[in-house]
């Protein structure tokens, strides 16, 4: 049963049977043969075909899925307690946007691993959507968004304000940007309306590389204040770009442990 659901979450995941066999390392026949005993041993349909690839979920899928979140989390506290005489180490995974976690997270880790030298952390970093839809899936136990998103199943906190600044060299018309699901773009689009600008732009999708571009005199660009370096050109945009980090979790978090490192996290923000 385990395997089946397993499989049942990596096709509700990816909407697709062959995209599923290659997370899985599986035949797609061999997907599509799992997915059918499921549904055989539950009664239900979980997913409609809708072509010869793309599948749409049923509403029995959706309870169904929602529901293995929870046991999967489960089943890890179990297997936890079960080896915590031979490996007492817990594992907490915090994934992050690019600007906190290349400026921020450092700091806060450098914190965690200190008041829990017990516990391995594992970091990942990527956009404020992904973030968001990497805990929703349990993916990660924390996470951090530079953009006001939430769902039913997410728990949202607002932990510190970052300012934006004008950098590079102003004379050139060439732009570094970010992609457009990054929270920086949001506010590098609101500059060009507010004046008038439809400039040559570069998408880079990491704040570090525009640094590294803007500090070899390549263009301008719109970044945190926390990411300026001692050779770069910079000018304040003023109250209106700055702008709030998130903390965010998912609601079923049963770890005496990990709940302590959320708190120490609260805790952390608010002294500092």
Request: aromatic share 10%.
């Amino acid at each position: 049963m385990f395997k089946l659901l397993k499989t049942f979450r990596a096709v509700y995941e990816t909407k697709n049977f062959s995209k599923a066999a290659e997370r899985l390392f599986i035949s797609q026949p061999a997907v599509s043969n799992q997915i059918k005993l499921l549904e055989e041993e539950l009664d239900i349909q979980l997913f409609v075909r809708n072509g010869r690839q793309e599948i749409i979920t049923t509403k029995q899928a959706d309870i169904l899925y929602n529901h293995l979140l929870n046991l999967s989390d489960d089943w890890e506290d179990v297997v936890q307690a079960l080896r915590v005489q031979t490996n007492p180490r817990e594992t907490c995974r915090i994934i992050a946007s690019n600007t906190f976690a290349v400026y921020y997270l450092p700091e806060l880790i450098n914190q965690l691993i200190q008041r829990f030298p017990e516990v391995s952390f594992i970091l990942d970093m990527d956009n404020s959507e992904r973030v968001l839809d990497g805990i929703e899936k349990h993916q990660a136990h924390f996470g951090f968004i530079e953009k006001p998103l939430i769902t039913d199943l997410i728990i949202r906190q607002e932990i510190l304000a970052d300012e934006l600044v004008h950098a590079g060299d102003f004379s050139k018309d060439l732009w570094l940007v970010r992609e457009e699901n990054s929270g920086v773009f949001h506010y590098t689009d609101r500059y060009f309306l507010a004046h008038n600008l439809n400039p040559q732009k570069m998408i880079i999708k990491n704040n570090e590389m525009i640094v590294r571009c803007l500090e070899q005199g390549i263009g301008q660009s719109i970044i945190s204040k926390r990411a300026l370096t001692k050779n770069l050109n910079w000018r304040s945009l003023g109250q209106e770009y700055k702008r709030n980090f998130y903390f965010i979790k998912r609601q079923h978090i049963e770890s005496s442990q990990l709940r302590e490192i959320e708190c120490f996290i609260h805790q952390y923000y608010q002294e500092n």
